[in-house]
C-alpha cells in the first residue's frame, strides 16, 4: 500500500548539480539500499542507531555488506549499539562484517553502553543516523540519507529517505 515510486527533484544551486529523490515508500527504500550496496565499486559506508538480525530486511542488509567486503570494497559501518542491544545481544552484525575470513573485512564502530561509561560519554548521547555512501568521492557516488534503521520495524513505519547522486541530463 501507498505510493511506492521514487519521485526525482534536481538541485542545481550550491555546487555541482545533484539530484535528490524521495523515498517515502520501506519496501523501495529497502530494495534500492540493497541494489545500491551490490553495484558497489569501490566503497560502501553506512551508519545506522539499531542493527536488527531480522531476516526482512537486518540479514539481507548485513549479506549484502558482507558481500561487498568479499568483493574486496572498503566497507566501513558504525553501529549505535545502545539501540540494537535488543536486537543483536551479542552483536553479532559487527562479528559477521568483521569476519577475517573476508577478502577485507569491514571497519567496524560499535558503541554500546558500557564503552560510553567507560569513554565518558553521556549513556543518552547516540549516533542516530541512518546513511549510506556509495563509492564515496568518485563520479559515481550516491548518498543515502533517511530515518529508517536496519530492521523489520522500520519497513512499517512512516518515514522518508532521500537518495542524492549526481545529476546526469
Known sequence: AGDARAHAYPWTEGGPASQVIL???????????????????????????VQSLDGEFGRPMLHEL???????????????????????????????LTDPRLARPAQVVSVDLLRKALLGINLTDKMH????????????????????????????HLDVALLIRPFRA
Open 129 to 156: 543516523w541512518k546513511v549510506l555512501i556509495i563509492d564515496a568521492g568518485t563520479p559515481h557516488e550516491v548518498i543515502f540519507l533517511g530515518g529508517r534503521n536496519h530492521g523489520w520495524f522500520d519497513l512499517r
Open 23 to 49: 523515498l517515502p515508500n520501506a519496501q523501495v527504500d529497502m530494495a534500492l539500499r540493497l541494489s545500491l550496496i551490490r553495484r558497489a565499486r569501490y566503497s560502501v559506508d553506512a551508519a545506522t542507531y
Open 66 to 96: 558482507r558481500l561487498a567486503a568479499n568483493r574486496g570494497l572498503r566497507v566501513r559501518y558504525a553501529l549505535d549499539r545502545v539501540g540494537s542491544t535488543a536486537f543483536d545481544p551479542l552483536n553479532l552484525a559487527s562479528e559477521a
